[in-house]
């Protein structure tokens, strides 16, 4: 009998041992890990409803943790948030564009190397009495070199910074082509073009003019800066598959000849030149002006037989059209015969200074990030994917196929302090060399302003 007991205290002893860090009594650091805790989450560009499975993934794993996720409107963002951030009341989480990591990185916590969390496990005493245990697991961060390895090319590059990792997407959009099939079909044209070349001779025979000359129905929405969304993003997507270099990090490059380059053809002031060719009247591809409203808008009013923009424009197209309008999205064209460049447009999720709950905020984080979770958010919005691992099966997916073979080829020129001085920089370029500043001079000019952001 007593060689019984003993033996019996001996499995005990073993199991309590093997189980690491598994335990019948509850520590103070375990109880302090098992605590409510309350995230809130801000973003601009998600419904709710677009995270609210994942979430409740999340909560199944860790019940004591509540993540609310508020939509804000894109105007209001930046003045809430700084105004929460100086008044301590949060949030937690928020979702940033990609190009302004560095307007907020001072408020802003990198990722840990590790994440500790508690979990509860019920487990049987000897087989036969059923416990409730606690189980703390610490687990390693995602790294920049695995970061590197999973996600696309211009997630890494946007963001880590100095070795650290600031934030983790979702889904990264890409710049496309919408364009009018009825239009099209009117004009003979069988397919969108694939070229820069094919397009300008495409919008020859899509464009119309009045007795009077004046412009009826344009072929696409170029040439100008304040009627025609993205001007700055399509612009910086020519100079980019132009050759130029838009930045060295520190120094603005569009304005010069890349090293090895041609030094009689500048490929920054060239792409100036082409785009704003489409709202010269004395041009062959003259196509656009003044009396056209916002691109999306002619669009949807059958008046524009192609514009650029982002997958999610598609749900405001479709609220703002009138009658029908039958439309379909294709790859923006590149330049023949040189490397395939797109641009990259999307928010990845980070965690601020002020959360009283860093920890958890960056492990529900990446609990999200894994390929598993992430896809059924991807699923329910129809959304491209960040992570390199994702874009076979979307390619072959028919709704996702055109934005999913983008996304290995898409890049963020900008990594400043300011976007919108930038995007201004771009916008008073173009209006500049149609009110006749010469194209050398106006983006040397633009340039200097960009600079100042850097």
């Given at each position: 009998?007593?060689?019984?007991?003993?033996?019996?205290?001996?499995?005990?002893?073993?199991?309590?041992?093997?189980?690491?860090?598994?335990?019948?009594?509850?520590?103070?650091?375990?109880?302090?890990?098992?605590?409510?805790?309350?995230?809130?989450?801000?973003?601009?560009?998600?419904?709710?409803?677009?995270?609210?499975?994942?979430?409740?993934?999340?909560?199944?794993?860790?019940?004591?943790?509540?993540?609310?996720?508020?939509?804000?409107?894109?105007?209001?963002?930046?003045?809430?948030?700084?105004?929460?951030?100086?008044?301590?009341?949060?949030?937690?989480?928020?979702?940033?564009?990609?190009?302004?990591?560095?307007?907020?990185?001072?408020?802003?916590?990198?990722?840990?190397?590790?994440?500790?969390?508690?979990?509860?496990?019920?487990?049987?005493?000897?087989?036969?009495?059923?416990?409730?245990?606690?189980?703390?697991?610490?687990?390693?961060?995602?790294?920049?070199?695995?970061?590197?390895?999973?996600?696309?090319?211009?997630?890494?590059?946007?963001?880590?910074?100095?070795?650290?990792?600031?934030?983790?997407?979702?889904?990264?959009?890409?710049?496309?082509?919408?364009?009018?099939?009825?239009?099209?079909?009117?004009?003979?044209?069988?397919?969108?073009?694939?070229?820069?070349?094919?397009?300008?001779?495409?919008?020859?025979?899509?464009?119309?003019?009045?007795?009077?000359?004046?412009?009826?129905?344009?072929?696409?929405?170029?040439?100008?800066?304040?009627?025609?969304?993205?001007?700055?993003?399509?612009?910086?997507?020519?100079?980019?598959?132009?050759?130029?270099?838009?930045?060295?990090?520190?120094?603005?490059?569009?304005?010069?000849?890349?090293?090895?380059?041609?030094?009689?053809?500048?490929?920054?002031?060239?792409?100036?030149?082409?785009?704003?060719?489409?709202?010269?009247?004395?041009?062959?591809?003259?196509?656009?002006?003044?009396?056209?409203?916002?691109?999306?808008?002619?669009?949807?009013?059958?008046?524009?037989a192609m514009i650029f923009g982002y997958g999610y424009d598609a749900s405001?197209?479709?609220?703002?059209?009138?009658?029908?309008?039958?439309?379909?999205?294709?790859?923006?064209?590149?330049?023949?015969?040189?490397?395939?460049?797109?641009?990259?447009?999307?928010?990845?999720?980070?965690?601020?200074?002020?959360?009283?709950?860093?920890?958890?905020?960056?492990?529900?984080?990446?609990?999200?990030?894994?390929?598993?979770?992430?896809?059924?958010?991807?699923?329910?919005?129809?959304?491209?994917?960040?992570?390199?691992?994702?874009?076979?099966?979307?390619?072959?997916?028919?709704?996702?196929?055109?934005?999913?073979?983008?996304?290995?080829?898409?890049?963020?020129?900008?990594?400043?302090?300011?976007?919108?001085?930038?995007?201004?920089?771009?916008?008073?370029?173009?209006?500049?060399?149609?009110?006749?500043?010469?194209?050398?001079?106006?983006?040397?000019?633009?340039?200097?302003?960009?600079?100042?952001?850097?």
């Open positions: 009998m007593k060689k019984i007991k003993i033996y019996a205290l001996l499995l005990i002893g073993v199991a309590l041992i093997t189980t690491g860090f598994r335990c019948t009594f509850i520590t103070a650091k375990q109880q302090e890990l098992l605590q409510p805790v309350a995230l809130t989450w801000w973003g601009t560009f998600d419904d709710p409803s677009d995270f609210s499975d994942i979430i409740k993934e999340y909560q199944v794993v860790h019940p004591n943790v509540k993540v609310t996720y508020r939509k804000l409107r894109t105007e209001e963002f930046d003045t809430e948030l700084i105004h929460a951030l100086a008044e301590d009341r949060g949030p937690d989480i928020v979702s940033i564009n990609n190009k302004e990591l560095n307007k907020w990185l001072n408020n802003l916590e990198p990722l840990p190397a590790t994440t500790k969390m508690a979990y509860t496990v019920k487990q049987k005493s000897l087989g036969i009495k059923e416990e409730t245990l606690v189980e703390v697991r610490e687990t390693t961060s995602i790294t920049p070199a695995k970061i590197k390895e999973q996600y696309l090319d211009v997630v890494s590059d946007d963001v880590i910074v100095n070795g650290k990792v600031y934030g983790l997407p979702l889904s990264v959009n890409t710049l496309v082509l919408f364009y009018n099939r009825d239009l099209f079909n009117n004009a003979n044209l069988a397919l969108p073009p694939t070229t820069w070349t094919e397009l300008q001779t495409d919008v020859k025979k899509l464009t119309f003019q009045d007795k009077e000359n004046k412009l009826v129905q344009s072929g696409i929405a170029m040439g100008l800066a304040d009627n025609i969304e993205y001007s700055p993003d399509v612009l910086a997507l020519l100079m980019m598959q132009n050759g130029a270099q838009m930045t060295d990090g520190n120094r603005v490059m569009f304005t010069f000849v890349p090293p090895g380059g041609d030094k009689l053809y500048n490929p920054g002031p060239e792409a100036v030149k082409f785009y704003t060719d489409f709202a010269d009247p004395v041009k062959e591809v003259y196509t656009w002006n003044q009396t056209f409203s916002n691109s999306l808008d002619a669009f949807a009013q059958g008046k524009v405001y197209i479709e609220g703002k059209r009138q009658g029908k309008l039958n439309y379909a999205v294709a790859r923006v064209p590149q330049i023949e015969g040189r490397k395939e460049v797109n641009v990259a447009n999307y928010w990845f999720q980070t965690v601020t200074k002020k959360s009283k709950h860093v920890n958890e905020s960056w492990d529900f984080l990446q609990f999200i990030s894994k390929a598993e979770i992430a896809k059924k958010y991807l699923n329910r919005t129809l959304r491209p994917t960040a992570l390199r691992a994702l874009v076979d099966e979307q390619i072959q997916n028919d709704q996702l196929s055109i934005f999913a073979s983008q996304l290995l080829t898409s890049e963020n020129w900008y990594h400043g302090k300011d976007t919108t001085v930038a995007e201004q920089a771009f916008i008073e370029l173009v209006t500049s060399v149609h009110q006749g500043i010469e194209v050398q001079k106006a983006i040397e000019l633009a340039a200097q302003k960009v600079q100042q952001t850097l």
